[in-house]
């Protein structure tokens, strides 16, 4: 049987497939002729034939694509007219998905909506580039691992370099046999630079250049040395001793290394490159080091699009940090940049925003931060920010046991409707199962009252339920703690994920309703056991009708077993979920049991009687508004405030308020 290769898989007759062409046709492969074979007819690639009438699409995809055609073919046709001209399709495999593997549901859903079905087929084709660029990601890493930067140019083992003149071994030519990174067990020196290990003995030297390199190693041991005796084979070099010249040719490297005249040319080219140590950029750059390892560590937790999204940055992350390796800085330069915890993300930033409007090099970009810099003070942490209680920061749990870390949460909080926690046990085993990776995507919060389980996208939509859910705070739920959490697969019984802190409730549920998208429609999912007129049916219906007519849409024409809102612009809302997670895995990994503790103290102070609540003038001072992160600041607000209050609330049963969780929206 004929195969072809199509975007994600090979393909072969009676596969089904998507085109990623509008208006996104699904049906199944009725041939495949191969490029040189009798059937093929001539194009450039294997030739696939579809029968794009072989599913059933709903009603309303039926008319998209009579629509999309008619606008095509300046003829009006329906549907049923346009099913001869598309039983027999002939498409190119490198605008066809094959979906043969994918679920039922989802196969569903590209039946019945055309949006819907775009969306999937740039997801794919996105995923698919991100795959490719977590290779290069990760081969990228992997050549850091095992690379130094010298005064001119990166080096790693096999590469041609050249001592520059600053060291005993100046103005010889050798390979790199290794690279010893600063803090890893293989670094055995107590040099404070990575140990690049160079074979000086690599390059075939001419017997004039032999006796050059004897009578100064002679000189230097105050004895008479011969080349053999000379130990240039394993030799460790600092960075800042050598120059990578593996971009010359054979014939230049062999041409400079035969005359010590052009070797001391070429390396007085460099001679400005030579920056004396300097114990202050020693400390920035192994600050920087630091702030680099946990950015690859954040990059890393990313999904397949926000990778693709944050090239730019990651480039620039990069790029900074060996600039700044090389730069000769002033001593008040040196003092700036000292004065942040994240001077890196300083510079890239200041970088990329320059970049934008200029086509200068880095050197003018860094020139301009030191321009403007008590903007940069007021907006990034400083060094004596840190000072504070390291506790006091929003943090995450990475690939851990849901059942077991939000179970114990829910034990230490919840009071009444203990049972709450069963039925997100049951949702967490749904999103598990789900293909979707929007519905593992989730915000959960817990109080006395119980405890409620929404999708992060629904709680981005202003009039959603699960929107209306997450923002009904009062002053009474001093008490009430967030996360949001990510499913990420299931281990026997229980689920495992990401669980991630959102901090003050009270600033959260109103950074909620700040940053929701109005909605603009929902699509209602009917029961096909119902009676109605819209008995098995998925339809989408604007905001207006939803409001004006719910009865009949939500009683007479059919049970509905499912509501999705939708805002007006699909793509803000996806903006808005990548910057929200962006932000969250910029989180320090947390300890799961110092969490627990934490929670405990939050909930003796939420929770302790009127008489014993310092007065609200005693709180501990905020942080300026305007310093990022911004909710590290709000962590205070609002808690001080009406910390008496709440706990008199508390005292008195008949305050206590639950939203029921059956109702869908």
Same mark, same amino acid.
Request: include cysteine; charged fraction near 30%; charge should be negative.
């Given at each position: 049987?004929?195969?072809?290769?199509?975007?994600?898989?090979?393909?072969?007759?009676? %596969?089904?497939?998507?085109?990623?062409?509008?208006?996104?046709?699904?049906?199944?492969?009725?041939?495949?002729?191969?490029?040189?074979?009798?059937?093929?007819?001539?194009?450039?690639?294997?030739?696939?034939?579809?029968?794009?009438?072989?599913?059933?699409?709903?009603?309303?995809?039926?008319?998209?694509?009579?629509?999309?055609?008619?606008?095509?073919?300046?003829?009006?046709?329906?549907?049923?007219?346009?099913?001869?001209?598309?039983?027999?399709?002939?498409?190119?495999?490198?605008?066809?998905?094959?979906?043969?593997?994918?679920?039922?549901?989802?196969?569903?859903?590209?039946?019945?909506?055309?949006?819907?079905?775009?969306?999937?087929?740039?997801?794919?084709?996105?995923?698919?580039?991100?795959?490719?660029?977590? +290779?290069?990601?990760?081969?990228?890493?992997?050549?850091?691992?095992?690379?130094?930067?010298?005064?001119?140019?990166?080096?790693?083992?096999?590469?041609?370099?050249?001592?520059?003149?600053?060291?005993?071994?100046?103005?010889?030519?050798?390979?790199?046999?290794?690279?010893?990174?600063?803090?890893?067990?293989?670094?055995?020196?107590?040099?404070?630079? #990575?140990?690049?290990?160079?074979?000086?003995?690599?390059?075939?030297?001419?017997?004039?250049?032999?006796?050059?390199?004897?009578?100064?190693?002679?000189?230097?041991?105050?004895?008479?040395?011969?080349?053999?005796?000379?130990?240039?084979?394993?030799?460790?070099?600092?960075?800042?001793?050598?120059?990578?010249?593996?971009?010359?040719?054979?014939?230049?490297?062999?041409?400079?290394?035969?005359?010590?005249?052009?070797?001391?040319?070429?390396?007085?080219?460099?001679?400005?490159?030579?920056?004396?140590?300097?114990?202050?950029?020693?400390?920035?750059?192994?600050?920087?080091?630091?702030?680099?390892?946990?950015?690859?560590?954040?990059?890393?937790?990313?999904?397949?699009?926000?990778?693709?999204?944050? %090239?730019?940055?990651?480039?620039?992350?990069?790029?900074?940090?060996?600039?700044?390796?090389?730069?000769?800085?002033?001593?008040?330069?040196? #003092?700036?940049?000292?004065?942040?915890?994240?001077?890196?993300?300083?510079?890239?930033?200041?970088?990329?925003?320059?970049?934008?409007?200029?086509? #200068?090099?880095?050197?003018?970009?860094?020139?301009?931060?030191?321009?403007?810099?008590?903007?940069?003070?007021?907006?990034?942490?400083?060094?004596?920010?840190?000072?504070?209680?390291?506790?006091?920061?929003?943090?995450?749990?990475?690939?851990?046991?849901?059942?077991?870390?939000?179970?114990?949460?829910?034990?230490?909080?919840?009071?009444?409707?203990?049972?709450?926690?069963?039925?997100?046990?049951?949702?967490?085993?749904?999103?598990?199962?789900?293909?979707?990776?929007?519905?593992?995507?989730?915000?959960?919060?817990?109080?006395?009252?119980?405890?409620?389980?929404?999708?992060?996208?629904?709680?981005?939509?202003?009039?959603?339920?699960?929107?209306?859910?997450?923002?009904?705070?009062?002053?009474?739920?001093?008490?009430?703690?967030?996360?949001?959490?990510? +499913?990420?697969?299931?281990?026997?019984?229980?689920?495992?994920?990401?669980?991630?802190?959102?901090?003050?409730?009270?600033?959260? %549920?109103?950074?909620?309703?700040?940053?929701?998208?109005?909605?603009?429609?929902?699509?209602?999912?009917?029961?096909?056991?119902?009676?109605?007129?819209?008995?098995?049916?998925?339809?989408? +219906?604007?905001?207006?009708?939803?409001?004006?007519?719910?009865?009949?849409?939500?009683?007479?024409?059919?049970?509905?077993?499912?509501?999705?809102?939708?805002?007006?612009?699909?793509?803000?809302?996806?903006?808005?979920?990548?910057?929200?997670?962006?932000?969250?895995?910029?989180?320090?990994?947390?300890?799961?049991?110092?969490?627990?503790?934490?929670?405990?103290?939050?909930?003796?102070?939420?929770?302790?009687?009127?008489?014993?609540?310092?007065?609200?003038?005693? %709180?501990?001072?905020?942080?300026?508004?305007?310093?990022?992160?911004?909710?590290?600041?709000?962590?205070?607000?609002?808690?001080?405030?009406?910390?008496?209050?709440?706990?008199?609330?508390?005292?008195?049963?008949?305050?206590?308020?639950?939203?029921?969780?059956?109702?869908?929206?």
């Amino acid at each position: 049987m004929n195969t072809t290769q199509a975007i994600n898989g090979e393909i072969a007759c009676f %596969a089904v497939v998507i085109s990623t062409e509008y208006p996104y046709l699904v049906g199944e492969v009725n041939a495949v002729d191969k490029i040189g074979s009798e059937e093929h007819r001539g194009s450039e690639t294997d030739e696939v034939f579809v029968d794009f009438c072989s599913e059933e699409y709903s009603e309303r995809r039926k008319k998209e694509i009579a629509a999309h055609f008619n606008k095509e073919l300046g003829a009006p046709q329906d549907y049923e007219d346009l099913l001869r001209d598309l039983c027999n399709v002939e498409a190119s495999p490198a605008n066809l998905i094959c979906i043969d593997r994918i679920s039922e549901e989802i196969v569903r859903k590209l039946l019945d909506s055309t949006e819907y079905a775009g969306t999937y087929c740039n997801q794919v084709i996105d995923n698919l580039a991100y795959a490719k660029r977590h +290779v290069e990601i990760a081969e990228q890493l992997e050549r850091q691992s095992n690379t130094a930067k010298t005064i001119y140019g990166d080096v790693q083992p096999g590469d041609w370099v050249i001592a520059a003149g600053n060291n005993d071994y100046r103005y010889l030519l050798g390979t790199v046999t290794a690279v010893d990174k600063l803090g890893t067990p293989e670094h055995g020196t107590d040099n404070e630079t #990575d140990d690049i290990h160079v074979d000086f003995t690599a390059f075939d030297y001419p017997p004039d250049r032999i006796e050059e390199i004897e009578e100064h190693f002679s000189g230097l041991y105050g004895e008479l040395k011969i080349f053999d005796d000379i130990a240039l084979d394993d030799v460790i070099m600092a960075p800042k001793m050598l120059i990578s010249i593996s971009n010359l040719s054979q014939d230049e490297i062999k041409r400079m290394g035969n005359l010590l005249a052009n070797c001391e040319a070429f390396c007085n080219c460099f001679a400005n490159d030579v920056i004396p140590y300097n114990e202050k950029h020693a400390e920035l750059m192994e600050r920087m080091e630091q702030n680099l390892l946990d950015y690859h560590s954040i990059y890393m937790g990313f999904d397949k699009r926000e990778l693709i999204e944050m %090239a730019d940055k990651i480039a620039a992350v990069s790029n900074v940090f060996s600039h700044m390796g090389y730069r000769d800085f002033d001593d008040d330069e040196l #003092d700036f940049f000292l004065q942040f915890q994240n001077p890196l993300e300083v510079a890239a930033e200041g970088w990329l925003d320059y970049s934008m409007d200029n086509d #200068d090099g880095m050197g003018f970009a860094l020139e301009n931060v030191f321009r403007h810099k008590q903007d940069w003070l007021d907006s990034y942490p400083l060094m004596k920010d840190s000072k504070a209680p390291a506790d006091l920061g929003l943090h995450r749990f990475m690939d851990v046991n849901l059942f077991d870390f939000l179970g114990k949460i829910s034990e230490q909080v919840i009071i009444h409707y203990p049972n709450d926690w069963n039925i997100d046990k049951d949702a967490l085993f749904r999103a598990a199962a789900s293909q979707d990776e929007i519905e593992k995507r989730l915000v959960w919060h817990v109080c006395a009252t119980g405890t409620h389980l929404k999708s992060e996208r629904d709680v981005f939509i202003r009039d959603s339920g699960a929107h209306e859910y997450m923002t009904d705070y009062h002053q009474n739920d001093a008490d009430m703690l967030g996360y949001y959490v990510e +499913v990420t697969g299931r281990d026997g019984q229980t689920v495992t994920g990401n669980v991630f802190e959102v901090g003050n409730y009270a600033d959260f %549920a109103a950074h909620l309703r700040l940053t929701a998208l109005p909605k603009d429609s929902v699509t209602l999912t009917y029961s096909p056991d119902w009676g109605g007129v819209n008995a098995g049916k998925i339809l989408t +219906v604007s905001r207006n009708e939803y409001d004006n007519d719910r009865h009949r849409l939500m009683s007479e024409s059919g049970r509905v077993i499912d509501i999705v809102p939708h805002p007006k612009d699909a793509q803000e809302l996806y903006k808005i979920l990548r910057d929200e997670r962006v932000y969250r895995m910029s989180f320090p990994i947390g300890s799961q049991e110092e969490h627990l503790k934490k929670v405990d103290a939050i909930l003796a102070e939420a929770r302790k009687p009127a008489e014993e609540i310092s007065p609200p003038e005693q %709180a501990v001072k905020q942080p300026p508004a305007d310093k990022k992160p911004s909710l590290m600041g709000r962590l205070f607000e609002a808690d001080a405030e009406a910390r008496a209050y709440n706990a008199q609330q508390k005292q008195n049963p008949a305050n206590i308020t639950k939203n029921t969780k059956k109702e869908i929206d």
